[in-house]
């Protein structure tokens, strides 16, 4: 608490031209050019302060204007104000069972480089894995001409992200890492860790399907099955910085086992090994194939061979809706890949069994159209956060 | 966004004195009384702010100084600054299935008066229950010669915060029901009504077990159950303002029918129905009857006749830890007669079953100290949010 009462009070002018140009910037990074008059009526700033801050970002290159391409209306055209991608560039990593993807973001979210590798068991130890992230991201920016300013790391597990801690990544057979203390170390960059589904969260409401949308719920099915949570417009997070594990909801209260001591999780029941049990293939078929299968049902019929995964998939569903009320459900990763008309079916039987969703007037259940690269994109956006700030 | 950049700047003076009378009016309320010293050191002001707001919440009645009666230490006493209960009352009234109780609360938390009845099918109407409140609370008020400022309402239900207004509540038999304005309308008075979980989660909050917690669910049972979530020291609202229904999560896929449209609810699973049942008692048992008879098996041994029951407050108490990540879940209501052995067992079954729980260091399980009282005195904390700030 400040001291209000004692004579000086309110934020100093440095201070409000640091937040005009960030909320600017911001603005520009998110929503990408318009015009100065735009920018000063959705920032609820005058003209003479945006020239200022525009001014400003102009001369030391992170943005430049432009006259539009094309003219709207009479009289003089508004100049636009565009954010210069290479003028702040962050890594954004993915960490994956099957593989890491890799990507150098610039200011406006625009993907000037990407590299990936494949992940096999004697190079999915964090030690391989933070010595090829390091190699990989100078390669990257030597080639790209570019220098990160930090990094965004997706990692699927149970992360305290007050310190990037890793208390457990299950696929990965990762327990215990200092991960976000080591990665700083080796790529002497600010970084940032965080569960994948949290990441998949963020990058639906920054630049997918969850716009303008403050309350959603983003699940996504790799290997494992996770979510994350934003309510009234913020990321939704435990005790200690960690985020729930919606994959370890107990849909199926003595089913098959999961490594978490528990049994029935709805990872287990509509995680990839669930759905490839259902497709009838072992459950390593690899990720193309089951894929393949399940676009050639795409008209399939209901009843059909997803039955019983649907039930599953709803079930989790009725309680993730009842518990959040959220407005938006996203579902990501291997679920855009599941035919329309199961996740017609998946929607009509929530919305039957979920009194939350019929209060709120029917919560939504769309797939992802950021699909398999949104946690890429998510951890871009954590990365940028403080940049933002600080450009 | 306000008008950073363009000279005027910062709070004025006489929003700085409201804010620092607020916030230490809010101490005292939550915190009782203490020394001019003791505020100026925790709310961060000078001696000479807290003095002229003391000074001026004297003059008005709504403090008093007086010398402790016990001194610690040598030199003059430190006055204490002490809430005056009637100069800021609410009305808080907590509507249950088969009773309503209400109660006058005066500044610093103190019950000045209550008064409750019983509801018969007949009574439980809306239109009743809202004549009875109104005519009560003024008897009441009468009685006690204080005049409330605002009422807080707590309500098993599916509520919409925003304006009050009751979706359903489906063991009162209520649907659509515009309780805030209808209460307003006849009591005269700002009428906030909320979710019956979320009070009891508000009141462990601030009064009870959970006091400097950021991170906790409340949980309770009466006829129906419900949950209450507060995150990052904050209420969890989803959509349009309506909080999740935790009694309806689903532990038992194709369980016994509820009345939501789903199937095995936590809800029909652990609430005072199953209790019932799982005593081998009739489903309408009488509360005392029940409570009592939970009472006679204090020292009963694990196993015994609440195991199955046990089971299924576990598998959701699994979910809701896995999910929200919490530091302290609180079990509210009936669930404060379970036997201590049950409870204790329940505790070890979630702590083995849930990962997150082992993340966070193991999240904890406790009854509700504040017991029956925690809705009515989360209503009335509810009540005194606005008054707080207008005294």
Redesign the interface.
């Known amino acids: ?6 004579g000086s ?5 440095d201070e ?2 640091r ?2 140009r960030a ?1 600017l910037l911001r603005r520009l990074h998110v929503d990408g050019p318009c015009t100065r008059a735009v920018l000063a009526a959705e ?4 003209r ?2 945006i020239k ?2 525009v001014d400003g970002l102009a001369e030391s290159g992170v943005v430049t204007e432009a006259v539009p391409a094309r003219r709207t209306g009479a009289g003089r055209p508004s100049l636009m104000v565009l954010p210069q991608p290479e003028s702040a560039v962050v890594l954004a990593v993915d960490v994956r069972v099957e593989q890491v993807a890799m990507s150098m973001v610039g200011l406006g979210g625009q993907v000037i480089g990407r590299h990936s590798w494949n992940l096999r068991r004697s190079t999915r130890t964090p030690g391989e894995v933070i010595t090829h992230v390091a190699e990989s991201a100078q390669l990257l920016a030597e080639e790209l001409a570019v220098t990160p300013s930090g990094a965004g790391i997706s990692v699927p597990g ?1 992360v ?1 992200r007050d310190d990037g801690w890793v ?2 990544a299950p696929n990965l057979e990762w327990r215990d890492i200092a991960l976000g203390a080591r990665l700083a170390a080796v790529l002497r960059l600010p970084v940032q860790v965080a569960n994948d589904a949290e990441m998949g969260a963020l990058a639906e409401h920054v630049r997918g399907v969850a716009r303008e949308v ?2 959603l719920v983003y699940i996504s099915a790799d290997k494992g099955v996770g ?1 994350g949570v934003i ?2 417009g ?1 990321p ?5 910085g ?5 994959g ?6 003595g089913g098959r086992p999961c490594y ?4 029935g999780c709805w990872e287990t029941e509509v995680g990839e090994a669930a759905l490839c049990r259902a497709l009838g293939m072992p459950e390593d078929t690899p990720r193309g194939v089951v894929v393949a299968e399940l676009r050639s049902l795409e008209t399939a019929p209901v009843p059909g061979p997803l039955d019983e995964f649907a ?2 998939l709803a ?2 569903l ?3 809706v ?6 938006l459900v996203v579902l990501g990763d291997l679920f855009t890949a599941l035919p329309p008309g199961v996740v017609g079916h998946v929607r009509t039987l929530v919305h ?5 969703s ?4 029917g ?1 939504r259940i769309e797939t992802s159209p950021l699909g398999r690269d949104a946690k890429l994109v998510g951890a871009a956006e954590l990365a940028f956060e403080p940049v933002l700030g600080a450009v």
Request: net charge positive.
């Open positions: 608490m400040g001291e209000h009462g004692s009070s309110g934020a100093r002018p409000a031209r937040h005009n909320a920032l609820g700033l005058n003479s302060t200022a801050v149970v305290r208390h457990e403050a309350d979510g309510s009234s913020r939704l997070r435990g005790t200690r960690y985020v729930g594990e919606l370890h909801l107990v849909v199926r209260p978490c001591g528990s049994r039930e599953w079930t989790g009725v309680t993730v009842n518990m959040m009320a959220p407005e039957e069994r979920s009194l939350v019929r209060a709120v007037g919560t």
